[in-house]
């Protein structure tokens, strides 16, 4: 926090120039309405400009027309500049219309300005019971001696078998009403924090996107020095605390079992008379949702990396080609200048370009030659009882069957995966179904986690047990 530090983050840090300028409330609380409130990570030009364009008439309403007199698209292209850096601007796959996300600074700048407010309520007794937890976590995780861990066991065990014992006799213990509001907003807290910590993520993987491309456009030696640079640096983010956390969670949040098992312990909070009273935002209960698209959007901008890279070795390898039948069309030049020139003057004699060795085990024995005997014969005409009806006994699926149940299932939720749909709906065709499934995971949004694996099972007309193992196939409700 040295004074000269400071002074660079104030003229240079875009959370510092959101803070100190003279339009901060009108842009904070715009992005605050468009993004914060309603958890968006990505708006299109043309919505985000009519969202605007509104929220500029219904301020010049109360502040006259010289308040903001400027056009939404003037002020977007202000936010999105390199001396705002307020908002990003890019292109989505499939997509030929810009979109507009919140910059990793100006959210800070909205969240810092958000606690600016006085708290009604400020929750002490959870946060100390989080730092005995996380404290006790740290020292039993590092304990070396196993008779500690023992002991602590031991008594982690007996307190569970006491509580066992109270609520055997009927003695219930509940949290108080103050208890709960306070860790429910404790859970708020951090459950919206984690959503603004994904932008960082995906910011550092962007930025090393950016970087890659901007080395492998000015290189110009070897390959294998600029490949050497990218994947230190890779590893570098992937080797840091927060590349680890950010793996870990993923990994965790990729379970099925653990989306269903927090979807069950949100709605049971929510639906909690003391929660209910503090009229929590709706889209809690699906806040996990959010954390996996947006946990999606930082995988996605590590695949583009892989892409630059491999587009990159594909551009090498075809330049060095071209050197090479380059070098071969100039020794054939120079072949076709000495054609008939023969030098006069004998220099030297070479007898061989290399020694012939040869050893005495290589050398075949003798074998006799084969003779085939070939034996003709006259093919007759008969007559063959042959079954046809093999030709007949064709498997037919209905896709449309598969792709309304797909779509019955998505109207009641954003995803569900391939092995979920075939415990409620059972294969009947055995793999000929199991292909059309995937089939229908080509056609339709969904996405692959390579990090879990399924097995499908089928019982075939042999009546003989099949297996098929494969990555697990999440299907996604296509909001558009």
């Known amino acids: 926090m040295d004074y000269d530090r400071l002074v660079n983050l104030r003229a240079n840090h875009p959370a510092w120039r959101l803070l100190a300028a003279d339009s ?24 985000l400009i009519s969202k605007l364009d509104d929220y500029l008439f219904h301020l010049r309403e109360r502040l006259g027309d010289e308040a903001y007199p400027r056009s939404a698209s003037e002020y977007l292209n202000e936010w999105t500049s390199e001396s705002r850096g307020w908002l990003r601007r890019y292109y989505p796959m499939d997509s030929d219309e810009p979109h507009f996300d919140l910059t990793p600074a100006a959210e800070q700048a909205i969240q810092w300005v958000s606690s600016l407010g006085q708290r009604q309520f400020v929750g002490a007794e959870s946060r100390l019971k989080l730092i005995f937890d996380l404290s006790r976590e740290i020292v039993q995780g590092t304990e070396p001696d196993p008779v500690a861990r023992l002991e602590a066991l031991t008594a982690k065990r007996a307190a569970i078998d006491a509580e066992i014992a109270q609520i055997s006799e009927g003695k219930l213990s509940f949290l108080e009403p103050t208890q709960l509001r306070e860790r429910f907003l404790q859970v708020v807290q951090m459950a919206y924090a984690l959503l603004g910590d994904f932008r960082q993520v995906e910011q550092n993987f962007r930025d090393l996107d950016r970087q890659v491309r901007e080395r492998i456009a000015t290189w110009d030696g070897s390959k294998g020095e600029v490949l050497e640079d990218v994947f230190t640096e890779h590893d570098l983010i992937a080797d840091t605390d927060q590349g680890r956390s950010f793996q870990a ?34 889209s809690l209960r699906t806040i996990h949702y959010d954390w996996l698209t947006a946990g999606e959007q930082a995988q996605r901008t590590v695949a583009r990396l892989s892409e630059q890279l491999r587009r990159f070795l594909d551009e090498q390898a075809l330049l060095e080609n071209k050197r090479i039948m380059t070098l071969l069309r100039e020794i054939e030049e120079h072949a076709l200048a000495v054609r008939g020139r023969e030098p006069t003057d004998l220099i030297m004699e070479v007898d061989g370009l290399s020694p012939t060795i040869e050893l005495l085990m290589e050398r075949p024995l003798y074998e006799p030659p084969f003779k085939p005997s070939v034996e003709s014969e006259l093919v ?19 896709k449309e069957r598969l792709r309304s149940i797909l779509r019955r299932e998505l109207m009641s939720r954003p995803r569900i995966a391939l092995d979920e ?33 399924i097995t499908v ?19 996604l409700r296509d909001d558009g």
């Open 24 to 47: 901060a409330p009108f842009v904070i609380s715009f992005l605050h309405w468009v993004y914060i409130e309603p958890n968006e990570r990505a708006v299109s030009e043309q919505e």
């Open 249 to 282: 969670f993923w990994d965790f949040l990729m379970s099925p079992e653990r989306q269903e098992e927090l979807s069950r312990l949100l709605s049971r909070v929510l639906s909690l008379d003391d929660v209910a009273a503090l009229r929590p935002d709706a």
């Open 380 to 398: 007759s005409e008969g007559n063959a009882d042959v079954s046809v009806e093999l030709l007949f006994d064709q498997i037919y699926v209905d």
């Open 457 to 475: 099972e089928w019982v075939n007309g042999e009546n003989q047990l099949r297996k098929a193992r494969l990555h697990s196939i999440i299907f």
């Open 421 to 453: 749909l075939l415990q409620r709906y059972p294969m009947e065709q055995g793999l000929t179904e199991l292909l059309a499934w995937l089939s229908l995971a080509s056609e339709n949004k969904s996405v692959t986690d390579e990090t879990r694996f």
